[in-house]
Nanobody, 127 residues
Framework: QVQLVESGGGSVQAGGSLRLSCAAS????????MGWFRQAPGKEREFVAA????????YYEDSVKGRFTISRDNAKNTLLLQMNSLKPEDTAVYYC????????????????????WGQGTQVTVSS
């Protein structure tokens, strides 16, 4: 089993930046593709960004392209999400998730492909 703990959320004004972290433990981190998802009040959880097991490929939801950057440090068992130019519509609880895979350069963006989830961290962007 993989344990995931997100941190780095908070409240910022529009145009500001935050960096989310996801610390993983319990299994070999480099065996897992990773993703970030978010859920706003009253809405379904949605995909934000994904990264392959070895970190060579990334994929973003259209609304965050050019503003968010996903990265990982397999030596430190850490997943990151750098969020710049934040907008009020980015307000949500952000979750990291893992998917075991033998494919080194494949990312995944469907919620049902991910097995382990963190507890989430709140991001609030005010206008």
């Amino acid at each position: 089993q993989v344990q995931l703990v997100e941190s780095g959320g908070g409240s910022v004004q529009a145009g500001g930046s935050l960096r989310l972290s996801c610390a993983a433990s319990g299994r070999t981190f480099s065996n897992y593709a990773m993703g970030w998802f978010r859920q706003a009040p009253g809405k379904e959880r949605e995909f934000v960004a994904a990264i392959s097991r070895i970190g060579d490929r990334t994929y973003y939801e259209d609304s965050v392209k050019g503003r968010f950057t996903i990265s990982r440090d397999n030596a430190k068992n850490t997943l990151l999400l750098q969020m710049n130019s934040l907008k009020p519509e980015d307000t949500a609880v952000y979750y990291c998730a893992t998917k075991f895979t033998v494919a080194s350069s494949t990312y995944y963006y469907r919620l049902d492909e991910y097995r382990y989830w963190g507890q989430g961290t709140q991001v609030t962007v005010s206008s």
